[in-house]
């Protein structure tokens, strides 16, 4: 189960129409597995209460995936929107 609601990604988005309602669902499944890979745990199993920061981040990279839709642009810098790698980095589940 995706850890953001349809309708909060697409208030973050400011998309108020539904055509996109399902390209919206994939993105934000994929981001969710996306930022999981890069933490090495699946959110909500880590989590009883999924934190704010983990949250926004989902929405953030999805949001990015939306209005980015092509694999490079010349406005599109290749990498996680601004601030993901500082979460990433602050909740990844490191192992030795």
């Known amino acids: 189960m995706a850890i953001v609601s349809l309708a909060d990604q697409k208030a973050h988005m400011r998309v108020d129409f539904n ?16 930022l999981e890979q890069l933490l090495g745990y699946e959110i909500e199993t880590e989590f009883a209460t ?18 980015n839709r092509e ?21 990844r589940n490191y192992t030795f």
């Open 19 to 34: 055509d996109d309602d399902a390209l919206i669902e994939d993105q934000i499944y994929a981001a969710q597995a996306h």
């Open 50 to 67: 999924v934190p704010s920061d983990l949250t926004g981040a989902v929405m953030q990279l999805a949001a990015s995936w939306y209005e």
């Open 71 to 91: 694999a490079t642009s010349g406005d599109v810098p290749g990498e996680l929107p601004l601030g993901m790698w500082d979460i990433v980095r602050e909740r």
